[in-house]
């Protein structure tokens, strides 16, 4: 079967009118960009639903759209794990706990949290690294982007401009860039904030149809148990051991590893995240931020998730037939979406279907690149390049980081076309650098004694600990490089999951040893003062101003986290 | 910030949940092109949905409720 879409006017009219929103409310909000804080900070001016659904959308990436269906493919039911234990609970800590001190401090981003807290040389660590990753991140969104878009509308282009030849790989990045860039220059972060959320609505309505369709097809949920394995219509119950499940993880790594270590690591610590809850108007807003993002964030599996399973049920029933990674026997998992889309959906809602993948894609960029600009702008322009300038000269200083961002992703677009192994190599080494982040955040904020120094080092050897952890072990059946065992291998992991579930869980139990050894035996230099506003035990409670005991966080908390439990347990 | 979501995400909706609606009516019957959703018109369906939240997006937007104040 070949994946090629024939699309109608109509779904090239759905898909232009989408790009038209997308600019016009860059070009309105342009006028509004008149200083650092709009341009960089949203003016920390937005209602709890919209950074609320940014929230959650932001990380909705197409990476993760694709990623999750493949998983929902490959593993079931249990994938529902990165979100009802991998994303909830941490969601619900972010705002209970640790929103006080992000939007109470005025940090303007989470590096500043950590050089109010910490000292200079925590901050520029955890500045560097971030900024560099999130351009990677971005150039990775838009090269999947560009590949996708090969696949789903064909266009025979074959340029050569001053001698370069360009062909649709080319054609596609470069459109994508621009639209990206000139949004995000007009309207900084409140652009790409606005463009998560319209992305969010079209991602529910472009894809719901599509799992009403599936569903119906394969005679609803009892229809696709019945042609699923049954390890792989539970979550909870096959987790007993590595080898009662497709994942080849146990339970204990799914809690501490995922739900703990990797979730909360990134949930609570990544500006990418944390900077729309920093960008709502009140503390009360920014507190219901990722409370808002979780009850939606709970039924996204339906969308994602879903389809990826129905897939594979039709094709054990011999009714679809999943296209092979180009040159190999190896299914291709990552087609799942456009798969099931071209097979399900007629002209329109098909325009439609690929107008919320697109979206999904763009924000991604869109995403990465607002958090670049900020940290860039703030935590590394301006203290380390050049200090004590007028706002005006850091807003067009934001403007241009937008441009050089874009540019960088272009670059890394590329890179990751020609060197796959490189993306593969770099990826480590943020998953190795983010796992014992929440370590020090942990400590910092609840343990007041906690010093620079401690965090610092904490960081640094949480992140050799992951390093000697993945170079002493080895997913079954991988081979010694990138995988793991470069150093020795010493044991050998069922499956990569649950490596990078472990590699975490260690990284993290270092960093919060070495933290608290080193906090022990070196001289605290911040006192009481300082870290008022930063620290739990020095900060007074607060009391949250909304005016119904329902709109109140402690309450949105218990609902969401008691609605995630059923979940589970229905599922089970 | 300055501009409404509402007023964009309502707007495109609406336009989108029109055209879809007035192909799903043209199209209605056409056993062919409905092949894939199984017989059900799914262009027409998606088409309301998105009019009615559209509709509901711009209804409480503030372009409504500045004008109910002056």
Known sequence: MQTTFSLGTIDWAIILI???????????????MKDATAFLEAG????????????????????????????????????????????????IFLAIFMMPFYYGSKARSVPEYLKLRFDEKTRGFNAFAFAIMTVFASGISMYALALLAQVIIPMQID???????????????????????????????????????????????????????????????????????????????????????PMGVEWFGILMGLGFVLSFGYWCTNFLVVQRAMAAGSMSAARKTPLIGAFPKMFIPFLVIIPGMIALALTNIGELELPLKEGTMITDFDKVIPVMLMKYMPVGV??????????SF???????????????????????????????????????TTVVGVLVSILTAYVARSFNNVMDFLQLIFAFINAPLFAAFLLGMFWKRTTGHA???????????????????????????????????????????????????????????????????????????????LVYSLTPRIKDDSKYWYQKPGFMAIVAGAIALALSIIFW | MGLDIKIPIGL???????????????????????????????????????IVFGAFMLLTSTLVKKKKKE
């Open chain 1, 18 to 32: 989408y790009f038209v929103f997308v600019l016009g409310i860059g070009w309105t909000l342009k006028k509004y």
């Open chain 1, 44 to 91: 920390r001016s937005l209602p709890a639903w919209v950074t609320g659904l940014a929230f959650i959308s932001a990380n909705l990436g197409a990476l993760e759209v694709i990623g999750m269906a493949a998983s929902g493919a490959k593993y079931g039911m249990m994938t529902v794990h990165f979100y009802w234990i991998g994303a909830i609970p941490a969601m």
């Open chain 1, 159 to 245: 340029w050569n401009f001053l001698g370069i030849h360009i062909g649709e790989f080319d054609f596609y990045l470069f459109v994508s860039a621009i639209i990206v860039l000139v949004y995000m220059v007009l309207g900084g972060l409140t652009s790409a904030i606005y463009n998560e959320v319209l992305q969010f609505f079209l991602i529910v309505i472009g894809f719901a149809p599509l799992v009403i369709i599936g569903l119906l097809d394969i005679g609803g949920w009892e229809g696709l148990k019945a042609n699923l394995p049954e390890n792989m219509i539970h979550t909870w119950k096959v987790s007993g051991s590595p080898d009662a499940n």
């Open chain 1, 350 to 359: 098909l325009g439609l279907g690929l107008t919320a993948l697109m979206a």
């Open chain 1, 362 to 400: 763009m924000s991604g960029m869109a995403g990465n690149v607002s958090a670049f600009n900020t940290v860039f702008t703030y935590d590394i322009y301006q203290s380390y390049i050049n200090r004590n300038k007028p706002d005006q000269h850091y807003l067009k200083v934001g403007k241009w």
């Open chain 1, 455 to 533: 965090a610092f080092w904490g960081l640094i050897g949480g992140t050799i600990a992951a390093t000697i952890h993945h170079g002493l072990t080895l997913p079954a059946k991988a081979t010694v490089g990138v995988k793991g065992g470069f150093i020795n291998v010493l044991h050998t992991y069922p499956s990569e999951m649950a490596q990078n579930f472990w590699t975490a869980i260690y990284a993290f139990s270092t960093a919060l040893l070495l933290t608290i050894v080193i906090t022990l035996v070196t001289r605290r230099l911040k006192s009481d003062e300082d870290l008022k506003g």
């Open chain 2, 12 to 50: 495109m909706f609406s336009i989108l949940g029109i055209i879809l609606t007035i192909l799903g009516f043209i199209t209605n019957g056409d056993a062919e092109m409905y092949e894939r959703s199984l017989g059900h018109n799914i262009n027409l369906w998606s088409g309301l949905s998105m």
